[in-house]
């Protein structure tokens, strides 16, 4: 009997299935839904089949819309806007589920398989798509060609390679991706990346971006961003010449980091001696960070940064990594944290104000699955906040009034019965 080698492929199956399978729930019903975009009012381009698509991306006028009937799109090439203006790209039915833009596959043994493509354009709004499926970008925003008035909406990105949204950037320290958004989007992988891949399979990110200003990332979910060892870039990972950038009510479950503002070291865009603030002036604020093997929150060459209401939970592996402060940090506030783990200043240099750390055992409904709502237990949470003037609403979208909780969530006291 060759029992052995089934005993051995049964385990590698077993490995397999533990590393890509999605970890807790489905977006939990309490979480923010996209309110539908209205009808275009412009001229529209219909699509159905990818060769449509890409003819279309070429003629595509200013103020008008292409419409992608419902199906499977897979680009034999990647889907390039340049020059266009107050453009936009949608799904007929406005159900991202329906509408799939696929690249070569992750498998496919190419890095140069990406799917969308942002230059010199002014006013686009991609929106109700999924994107999947390929082995480098998803969606890649030219910063180096100073895009203007960028807007992501309602996407679906899943199992993409490298990453699902990536922005590039020049060395010229003058042009920037001015003006976006990334809002009501969800981000999950169901595999890892093998070992013979960049940095032994731990360069894969959801959001990677660089010389971005006034951006805001907002409402959207994020899953299993994972690298093979541990060491994956973070689901929402901002650097490079970036300002004004704000990151709020977002639901991070089992990523390998959470949010990362800048980097330890240095990119192939920064220019030979230039002094490095990766991010300033930037806030990140009302986020659930669950899980994941290496930190929640950390900042790296970032000035000026508020790090406001996050709830952090951290497992046994790297449980210290709750909120790291590194060198080159300055001029940042961290206030109305609750975090099970730590905060720690590696170098960098923080007001710490009204912040919960440690070990916070029953505060949370369900934490191994991302669920971070308040107990009635997390009474050092609860009406333990400083009001603060950036902070007028949890991760819910709901107002908070009178003295504020601890962390992202608001906790809902039962209200009593009447006679």
């Known amino acids: 009997m060759r029992t052995a080698p089934v005993i051995v492929c049964l385990l590698a199956v077993f490995v397999a299935l533990t590393r890509a399978q999605p970890v807790g729930e489905k977006i939990p019903s309490w979480f923010a839904k996209a309110p539908p975009l209205p ?3 412009g001229p529209v381009i219909r699509v159905a089949t990818a060769e449509e698509l890409l003819a279309a991306v070429e003629r595509v006028g200013t103020g008008e819309t292409i419409l992608l009937a ?18 936009a790209l949608r799904s007929a039915s406005g159900e991202p589920a329906k509408v799939i833009l696929s690249g070569q596959g992750w498998d496919s043994g190419t890095d140069r398989d990406d ?6 354009c002014e006013g686009v709004t991609i929106a109700d798509l999924t994107f999947s499926d390929c082995r480098s970008y998803g969606i890649k925003v030219e910063a180096e060609n100073g895009p203007r008035d960028i807007h992501i909406y309602n996407c679906r990105f899943r199992d993409i390679g490298v990453r699902a949204l990536k922005g590039s950037a020049g060395q010229d320290e ?16 169901t595999k890892v990346p093998p070992a013979d891949w960049l940095f032994g399979g731990d360069y894969i990110a959801a959001i990677d971006m660089m010389a971005l200003e006034d ?31 704000v990151v709020e009510r977002n639901l991070i479950v089992n990523c390998d980091r959470g949010v990362s503002f800048g980097n330890p070291g240095q990119s192939t865009a920064n220019r030979a001696g230039e002094q490095l603030v990766y991010v300033a002036d930037g806030i990140v604020r009302n986020n659930f960070i669950a899980g994941g093997a290496d930190c929640g929150i950390e900042l790296w060459h970032a000035d000026r940064i508020k790090v406001l209401h996050n709830t952090i939970w951290r497992p046994e592996r790297n449980w210290a990594r709750g909120i790291r402060v590194g060198k080159g940090t300055a001029h940042t506030d961290l206030a109305n944290n609750l975090v099970h783990g730590e905060i720690r200043l590696e170098g960098g240099e923080a007001q710490l104000r009204n912040n919960l750390a440690g070990r916070l055992e029953g505060y949370f409904a369900d934490a191994a699955s991302g669920n971070l709502a308040l107990t009635s237990a997390a009474t050092k949470a609860i009406d333990q906040g ?34």
């Open 39 to 41: 009808a275009p009012t």
């Open 70 to 87: 419902d199906g499977h799109y897979k680009v034999p090439r990647v889907v390039r806007l340049d020059g266009k203006k107050s453009i």
């Open 115 to 120: 799917i969308l493509h942002i230059a010199r």
């Open 174 to 189: 003058n042009v920037r991706a001015v003006k976006g958004s990334v809002r009501y989007c969800q981000f999950e992988n």
């Open 215 to 245: 951006w805001t990332f907002s409402d959207n979910a994020f899953r299993n961003i994972k690298g093979r060892n541990g060491g994956g870039r973070a689901a929402i990972f901002i650097w490079v010449r970036s300002r004004q950038v």
């Open 386 to 419: 400083a009001s603060l003037p950036e902070v007028n609403e949890d991760i819910r979208h709901r107002a908070r009034t009178g003295k504020p909780d601890l962390g992202a969530w608001e906790f809902e006291r039962e209200r009593p019965k009447g006679p």
